[in-house]
């Protein structure tokens, strides 16, 4: 069975800091997905970015990047130029392909101080 | 705009009522997942359903039932609500390859 890891339970940072996220995974499978999603006090969920196990190159969505070093099973989110709206909680979460089912981490809750 | 929905933000039940939470996605998708969220435990898969009138337990199926009569519509029902069912419950949808989307959440409050 697929787990997910995210070891920090909290963070905080000053607003236009960056600040990176951990999250360790562990398969046995070769083709997946991983995901960071971002949980605002509104609850929606929301899909932050998205990364293809097959794909060397790291996924990167405006301020937010990922570094993905399957070897070692680890896939960080590196937030950039940290805003007041990015406080929330985030989950990292991984997907067999082909599997839709996702699988989270405990999540991280991060607080951007002004 | 996309969307999938559910039915109540906040509900409160009486222990041993019967109790259904709805979800319906506009973006014809073939999956559809019902999740539960509690502090320190993350999310976590109580049924899924691949198709109409398809479904697979998750990971903490015991008390809960599924339905999906329409691809548009997945109902999670609490046969018996207990004080350990009260939690954030979560609807998601995609389609295959596609990252999921999820709905606001229902906060359940069991009493």
């Known amino acids: 069975a697929q787990t997910v890891t995210q070891s920090q339970p909290e963070m905080s940072v000053q607003e236009a800091e960056t600040v990176t996220l951990s999250c360790t995974y562990d398969?046995?499978?070769?083709?997946?997905?991983l995901f960071w999603y971002k949980q605002p006090p509104s609850r929606q969920m929301i899909l932050v970015i998205r990364q293809e196990a097959y794909k060397q190159q790291n996924a990167t969505e405006n301020r937010f990047s990922v570094n993905f070093q399957k070897a070692a099973k680890s896939f960080s989110l590196k937030i950039s130029d940290s805003q007041l709206g990015d406080t929330a909680m985030y989950f990292c979460?991984?997907?067999?392909?082909?599997?839709?089912?996702?699988?989270f981490g405990t999540g991280t809750r991060l607080t951007i101080i002004p | 705009d996309v969307k999938v929905t559910q039915s109540s933000r906040y509900l409160v039940k009486r222990t041993g009522e019967k109790v259904f939470l709805e979800c319906v996605q506009d973006m014809d998708h073939e999956n559809m997942f019902w999740y539960r969220q509690d502090p320190g435990l993350g999310l976590r898969l109580i049924y899924f359903s691949y198709d109409v009138k398809m479904k697979e337990k998750g990971d903490i199926p015991e008390g809960y039932s599924v339905s999906r009569e329409k691809k548009e519509r997945f109902s999670l029902i609490l046969e018996s609500a207990s004080t350990n069912q009260t939690s954030m419950y979560l609807c998601?949808?995609?389609?295959?390859?596609?990252?999921?989307?999820f709905g606001q959440g229902t906060r359940l409050t069991v009493v």
């Open positions: 979460a991984f997907s067999d392909f082909g599997n839709e089912k996702l699988t």
């Open positions: 998601a949808s995609n389609s295959l390859g596609r990252s999921p989307l």
């Open positions: 398969t046995s499978e070769n083709n997946y997905y």
